[in-house]
Structures are given as structure tokens and as C-alpha cells.
């Protein structure tokens, strides 16, 4: 079969060259007419959404359906979807970047619809877009503009999370056509609107509108590049003005003489504009050069995409761009380039001509660019003879070399039998190498898994190294949307495909199991998802809430338990929320431990309210209590506290004999409260809040010793005890006089050595030594050192000589010095006993 020249087709723009690549042929059925449909395209290669005019009479036929429809086609005239249409008047109809279609209708309600099988969802414009009603619609990669009828502008910037925004004002008037600048373009980073009203522009954006003062309007067409730079306006007049979108500068005007306007006005590339009548598509390039395209098969539509236009018609689906520079240095008549002649002497090989040889010789010092380019042509190549053949020659030219890295021959290999593959007519996705370049392997994947072709998605990934697990999901998601078998059948069938599958989310098919109404499928697959984080919230939201609880305990995550709980205690009542958690030991735990450490409001105290009716519903009394008793510590005032602590001795006394020690400790606690109101009342300082031991300090240090005394016997506090307070009231007080009083005694329980070491550090050290001699059971030489302490170095001297300590005594003497009044009173004592 004799295969075609590649510049067969090929049209000269200027300096530049331009050809049309027929993508598939015999597209839509004969009968289907497009002149009466509205056609939108989606970017790199997608699927065509067709619409029927409504403003257009159509005859009816029997094959067709009489209901309004969204028919989705491939590129190759695939059926992949049919929507019923019944909202209203279509006003928008548009692709985002990811193969979302957007449908908007005349009231500003959005459908997006997500995956080309119905799945929608919907949000509305708003800013009186319902009462003053859509005109038209422009979109971008993942953002919208709609112009109403008031010419008020409403801009969404993101599909995912849709905030509809009115951008400036525009004057009043007719708007005879507008398009937009996208944000990646503009100098604000916001969407630019440009609008033809009178004989002008105007450039709205999010802040301001802006007169460009043009006189050469109005203009029935305004089309903006793919890269932002430039933009084409068409008149009434039939003259179509290329010029900067900055609107410095005027690059060119052609005149196509037509009386009639175009159907499309789109730019091809960045390098020329397509203007299409019903039958007819000029190309029009810079300096006004023109090229003509004529189909004899009805309407043409025009489908822009980043480096060039599809024309779509009945039997045809063409591709128009500009030739890339690689493919015309190899193909161009004429050429002379190294990696042209490298071409030809593969070409010369196949014959076995010696001018092949001929040839490397000549090219010797280019080769390694000469293969480049055959490499990089061979990607720009929808003919696959014309692939293997660029390929063939690269392949014979490295070859040759000594050294070349084949990295880039390899990965060209792997993406043109990816290219070739979804280019095939079943699949209908003919991308361009750049359009390929800018989708991504991952991108390619997505837009097969939306067409069901998971075989295909598979092969792609596993042949370019990329991971499956999203593949396998998908598959899973639609076998339980679209299944027919019962739960068990589709649940066995998952789980054998899966298994040992890296990175598999069962949660995700879970889901898409109970969105479509099938919750013990859900439930289910969810035995099936190894991460307890991922079955929770799921299993919270199908209202399977004790087994979510189950599973989050299972998991060891405090957090994820803590968040399950949360969640259940909000929408369930109290009793049911403790019933739920009763037979959870792990549960009643972490929910006791929570409500200790603070409760929902943050402050940081313990929630009581909770504690108290758990531990009602638990019969844990003493707990019960205890909270209690911590509550009425915290009250300000002592009627409070009185009654909370009667509230814990009621709900002990059920059962006085367990809880015996308890209550004793509560009605001392209350007999202690009563008695401390009545000091409260009767005495001019506060008791309240004290225990009994600081009760008995406070009034021995006020001069209250019989009330002292009464708290004593009152609470049984021993008899050491006591005498340790009144020593720390009365050291407090420096009542000196009562501790002198209390050093004639004979004894003390606590001892007197308390008294020495209290006394002196209170200051008082005369006092302290009286205490000396009534100390016993002190080890040899500590009344040496006690009286040192009170400074008294004679009387200890007097303890040494007693003692017959010679070293302390020397060491006294020493400290007093020999020839002072105190030194020589010490060596008068030690002469007797000391001799030398």
C-alpha cells in the first residue's frame, strides 16, 4: 500500500507551513445533522458533548430520541454517554481541563458533570443570576465566567469548591461579543473578561472595567491564543484584526470579504486563526495569509485545543495545526538538514544502495543532532509508517555513533505505542504529542478509567511503571454501581481481583457501594480495608456506629476512638451514648478520662455533669461521690459546699457498711464546714476551706486556744499533733512569753528539740537555749554545737569541759580569741581540767 507523503497536506501560511491530519472518518450516523446541534469539545483529544439547538426547528424521526438529551461522544463518533436533559434552556455548555462538562442553565444553576456517566454535581451562580437569567457562558481550565442579561459578570474560579464572585461592572449596551483571558495569563492572577460593546472594548476584571478605545468595532467574534498573548477580532465588516492582548499593538487585518458571519472564529496554535463558515474554514496567518478548507458533508464544527483546532463534521474528524519544526526540517522538499539526509540513507539501507553510506559520511559531524531530530519527529507523527520510518533512521544513526545515550529513543518508543493506542477509533482519544506531553501518563489514565477502559488503563500503566491501585479501585467503584449480581457475588468477585493488590482502598468502593444504596456491600468491603482510620468515618456515616466504635478500638488509636466517641455522644441521647459504651471497658475509659482532663468547652475542668451519669448508670457510688467531694472544694461559698457534700454522704448511705471510712471522712468533713462558719461569723478572719489542722494553726495564732482546743477533741487530733501546731502558731506569732511559759514544763510530747530549732530560726535565741538542758537524747558534743548556734561560746565551752571535749574546747578558743574577755573566760574553765 502506497502510503502518502507526509507534505502531502501540508499548506503554506508565510513562512510557516500548516497541514490537516484526517483523525477518523465516517463519525455520526448521515441522519444526525449537526447544523441543528450545539457542539463543545473537551482540551487534549476529549469527548464532544452534543446538544440540539433549541432555537432551531427540527423534523422528527422515528430513530431518534424525543426528549431533550446531552449525547457525549468520543472523537471518533463513540456514544459514551446519554443524559436526559429535562432543567431548562442550556445557556453554557464547556469542558474544564480534567474532562469535567459543565452544563449551565438560564436560571445560573451548574451542573458538573464528573466522569462521562452522569454523576453530577450542582451548585448555582447566585448574584441574581436567577432573576436576571444567563446569557451566555465562557469557560477555562477549571474556572467559568457567566455574562447575564443585566451585563453583570459572575466568575467561578474553581469547580471543586465553587464560590460564585460578580466581577466589575460593565457600561450599559449591547454586548456584541465577548471572550476571556484565563487567570494563569494575567497580570492580577484573575480572570480578564473582554467585551465588545459599541465600537470598543472593555477589560473587566476583578476590580475594574477598562475602556481600550478602539474605533474599529463592533465586533461579532473575539477569540483569545491558548498562550494569552494574543487577540483576534472580527467585525461586522467581515475584517478580522489580530493585535496584542495588552492592546498595544495592531499585528495584522485580513479581509474575508463575507457579508455573512463566520460560525467560528478560534485561534489554530498560537499562530493563526480559523474562521468557519457552515461548509468552509479559512486559516488565516500573520501578514494576512490564507489557506482554504472546503467539506462537502454539511456543517463543520470547530473544536479549539492548545496546539491546534479538531474539525468535526458527519463523516470526518480532522486535526489542523501548524507543522512542528522538527517535522518540516525532515520532510520539508528541499530540505538539506543532517537529520533529512539521515532519513533518506535509512531509506537508501532499505534498498541496498551505497549511498547510504555515502550519506553518514556526509552528516558524520551532526549525526547526534541528526538523531535528535528524527526522534522528536517521530513523536509529531500520526502515521505509524512514518514513525517506524523516523525511528528506523534514528535507530541506524546511533547505530553508528560511538557513544549516544538511547534514553530519549526508548521513552519516544514507549509513548508513541502509548499514543498509537488510544488513538485507535475504539478509544477515540487522539492526542497530539504536545497535548500529550502537557495531559500527563496519569492524566491519560484518568480519562481512560472515565471511559470504563480498564484493560487498556492497565497495560498503559504497568507498560510505563506507574501504579494500578487507582485502575483497580475504579474498576471496583463502577462494578458496584453498575452490577447486577447480588452483594455476596459482587463482594467475592472484588476481593479475589484485589487481593495482594499494593495500596487498594476498600473504603473508596465501600463508599461508592453505599452512595448507590447498597449498604451490606459497604459494610462488607469494609472488612476488607486494612486501615482502621479510613473504615471509620464511613462506617459513622451508614450509621453503623457501635461497629465503628468496634473497629476503632481493634485499631489501637486513641485519637481515632476519642473522634468516634465525639461524634456518637453529639447525635445520640445520653443513655443510648452510655449504653453504646458500657460493654466497651476501652471506651468507658478513655471517656472517663476525658471528661476528668476537661470538657467541651475547653476550660480545662473536668466535665462533672458527665462523670456523675456515668457513674450513675454504672452504680459506681463512690466514684459518684468523689466527684462530689471535689465539687464542693471548689465552691466559694460554704452553704454550697455543705450541700454537696451531703449529696455524696446520700449517696453512699445505701450502703453504709461498704462505705463506711467514707462517710466517717464526709461527716467530719461537714461537722468541720459548720464549725468553720460559725469562726467565719464570730471572728474577724476566714476559716472556711481550711483543714482541721490549719483550722487549729489559725486560731492558736489569733489567740483562740480553747476553740483550739475544741477542734482537738472534736476531731481526735493526738496529742503530738497538736503540740507540733501550737508550736508553729506561737513560733508564727512570736508569742515568746507563752513559749517561755510552756519551757517550765516538764515535758512535751513532741520533744524539745522542735522547740531549740523553731525558736532559733524564728530569731530568737536566748529563748532557744533555754531549751538546751531539757533536750535528751542528743548525741555526744550537740549541745557543744547547739549552744554555738545561739552564739554562746562560754556556755558551750562549759559543755566541752564537762565532756572533757579538748578539741572542742580549743576550737571555742580559737573562735573567741586568747586575748579577749570571752577567750580568756573559756581558758580559765579548761586550765583546771586541760592541763598542759
Request: proline share 4%.
Amino acid at each position: 500500500m502506497d502510503v502518502a507523503h507526509p507534505t502531502a497536506g501540508w499548506e503554506q501560511l508565510g513562512e510557516r507551513f500548516y497541514r490537516k491530519i484526517q483523525l477518523y472518518t465516517q463519525i455520526f450516523d448521515q441522519d444526525l445533522d449537526l447544523d441543528h446541534y450545539l457542539v463543545a469539545g473537551a482540551p487534549y483529544a476529549g469527548a464532544i458533548a452534543l446538544y440540539r439547538d433549541e432555537e432551531k426547528l427540527i423534523a422528527f424521526q422515528q430513530n431518534r430520541p424525543s426528549k431533550p438529551s446531552i449525547d457525549i461522544y468520543s472523537c471518533a463518533g463513540k456514544l459514551l454517554r446519554r443524559i436526559n436533559w429535562d432543567q431548562g434552556p442550556i445557556k453554557g455548555l464547556g469542558w474544564s481541563e480534567d474532562e469535567k462538562l459543565l452544563v449551565v442553565t438560564g436560571d445560573g444553576t451548574v451542573r458538573c458533570y464528573y466522569d462521562l456517566q452522569g454523576e453530577f454535581t450542582q451548585f448555582s451562580l447566585g448574584n441574581g443570576a436567577d432573576e436576571a437569567g444567563v446569557k451566555s457562558c465562557r469557560f477555562y481550565a477549571h474556572g467559568l465566567v457567566a455574562l447575564l442579561n443585566n451585563n453583570s459578570l459572575v466568575s467561578v474560579s474553581s469547580y471543586a469548591e465553587p464560590r460564585p464572585k460578580l466581577l466589575a461592572p460593565v457600561p450599559e449596551g449591547q454586548v456584541h461579543s465577548w471572550n476571556i483571558i484565563p487567570p494563569a495569563y494575567t497580570l492580577s492572577r484573575s480572570v480578564e473578561v473582554l467585551l465588545s460593546i459599541n465600537q470598543t472594548i472593555y477589560v473587566s476584571d476583578a476590580t475594574e472595567c477598562e475602556d481600550r478605545f478602539l474605533d474599529i468595532g463592533p465586533f461579532t467574534h473575539i477569540a483569545v491564543s491558548p498562550n494569552g498573548r494574543y487577540c483576534a477580532l472580527y467585525t461586522s465588516t467581515g475584517k478580522a484584526h489580530v493585535i496584542t492582548s495588552d492592546f498595544q499593538d495592531r499585528l495584522s487585518e485580513h479581509d474575508s470579504r463575507s457579508k455573512i458571519p463566520p460560525k467560528y472564529f478560534e485561534w489554530c496554535g498560537n499562530d493563526a486563526v480559523v474562521v468557519a463558515w457552515e461548509d468552509e474554514v479559512h486559516l488565516v496567518g500573520p501578514s494576512g495569509s490564507l489557506a482554504k478548507f472546503f467539506y462537502d458533508s454539511g456543517r463543520v464544527h470547530i473544536v479549539p485545543d492548545y496546539d491546534g483546532v479538531r474539525i468535526v463534521a458527519n463523516d470526518t474528524c480532522d486535526f489542523l495545526h501548524r507543522v512542528p519544526d522538527v517535522t518540516e526540517e525532515v520532510f520539508r522538499l528541499g530540505a538539506d538538514s543532517s537529520a533529512s539526509i539521515l532519513l533518506d540513507a535509512v531509506e537508501q539501507l532499505e534498498l541496498n544502495s551505497p549511498k547510504a553510506d555515502d550519506n553518514i559520511r556526509l552528516i558524520r559531524p551532526n549525526l547526534v543532532e541528526a538523531v535528535d531530530t528524527c526522534i522528536n519527529a517521530a513523536g509529531q507523527e500520526f502515521s505509524v509508517h512514518w514513525q517506524k520510518q523516523l525511528l528506523k533512521a534514528a535507530s541506524f544513526g546511533k547505530s553508528v555513533l560511538d557513544f549516544y545515550n538511547s534514553d530519549d529513543f526508548v521513552d519516544m518508543c514507549e509513548t508513541l505505542r502509548v499514543l498509537n493506542a488510544v488513538r485507535f477509533f475504539e478509544i477515540g482519544l487522539p492526542l497530539s504529542y504536545e497535548q500529550y506531553q502537557r495531559l500527563t501518563p496519569s492524566g491519560l489514565i484518568s480519562r481512560l478509567l472515565n471511559r470504563h477502559e480498564y484493560l487498556l488503563a492497565l497495560r498503559i500503566a504497568g507498560y510505563l511503571r506507574l501504579p494500578t491501585d487507582k485502575i483497580y479501585v475504579h474498576w471496583a467503584s463502577a462494578k458496584v454501581r453498575l452490577g447486577s449480581e447480588d452483594d455476596d457475588a459482587i463482594c467475592r468477585k472484588i476481593v479475589e481481583k484485589l487481593s495482594g493488590k499494593p495500596g487498594i482502598s476498600f473504603e473508596t468502593i465501600a463508599r461508592a457501594a453505599y452512595d448507590e444504596g447498597r449498604g451490606r456491600l459497604a459494610t462488607e468491603l469494609l472488612n476488607h480495608e486494612p486501615r482502621a482510620g479510613r473504615q471509620v468515618p464511613l462506617l459513622l456515616s451508614m450509621e453503623e456506629d457501635e461497629l465503628a466504635l468496634d473497629k476503632a478500638i481493634e485499631s489501637g488509636d486513641t485519637d481515632l476512638v476519642y473522634f468516634v466517641l465525639h461524634q456518637l455522644k453529639r447525635k445520640l441521647p445520653l443513655a443510648g451514648f452510655f449504653r453504646v459504651i458500657n460493654s466497651r471497658p476501652t471506651a468507658t475509659a478513655l471517656v472517663e478520662a476525658a471528661a476528668h482532663q476537661g470538657d467541651d468547652g475547653g476550660d480545662g475542668r473536668e466535665d462533672t455533669t458527665l462523670l456523675k451519669d456515668l457513674y450513675y448508670q454504672d452504680d459506681r457510688r463512690l466514684d459518684g461521690a468523689a466527684v462530689f467531694l471535689r465539687e464542693a472544694l471548689r465552691q466559694p461559698e460554704s452553704r454550697t459546699t455543705s450541700d454537696k457534700l451531703s449529696l455524696a454522704t446520700k449517696l453512699l448511705s445505701d450502703n453504709a457498711k461498704e462505705h463506711a471510712f467514707e462517710l466517717g471522712a464526709l461527716k467530719e468533713a461537714s461537722t468541720l464546714l459548720r464549725m468553720q462558719e460559725v469562726f467565719d461569723r464570730d471572728l474577724t478572719d476566714n476559716f472556711t476551706g481550711l483543714s482541721v489542722n490549719q483550722t487549729m494553726f489559725k486560731l492558736i495564732r489569733l489567740g483562740y486556744h480553747g476553740r483550739a482546743k475544741k477542734i482537738q477533741n472534736e476531731f481526735k487530733v493526738p496529742e503530738k499533733v497538736a503540740w507540733w501546731i501550737r508550736l508553729q502558731a506561737l513560733v508564727a506569732k512570736r508569742d515568746w512569753n507563752e513559749l517561755e511559759e510552756i519551757s517550765r514544763q516538764r515535758k512535751s510530747p513532741i520533744g524539745w528539740v522542735p522547740f531549740f530549732n523553731q525558736i532559733l530560726q524564728a530569731g530568737n535565741p536566748r529563748l532557744a537555749a533555754t531549751f538546751i538542758p531539757k533536750c535528751t537524747g542528743l548525741e555526744r558534743g550537740q549541745t557543744i554545737t547547739m549552744y554555738e548556734k545561739c552564739g554562746m561560746r562560754v556556755k558551750a565551752a562549759e559543755e566541752a569541759v564537762k565532756m572533757k571535749d579538748i578539741e572542742a574546747w580549743s576550737r571555742l578558743l580559737e573562735a573567741a580569741g586568747r586575748g579577749t574577755t570571752e577567750g580568756r573566760e573559756i581558758e580559765r574553765l579548761g586550765l583546771a581540767v586541760f592541763k598542759k
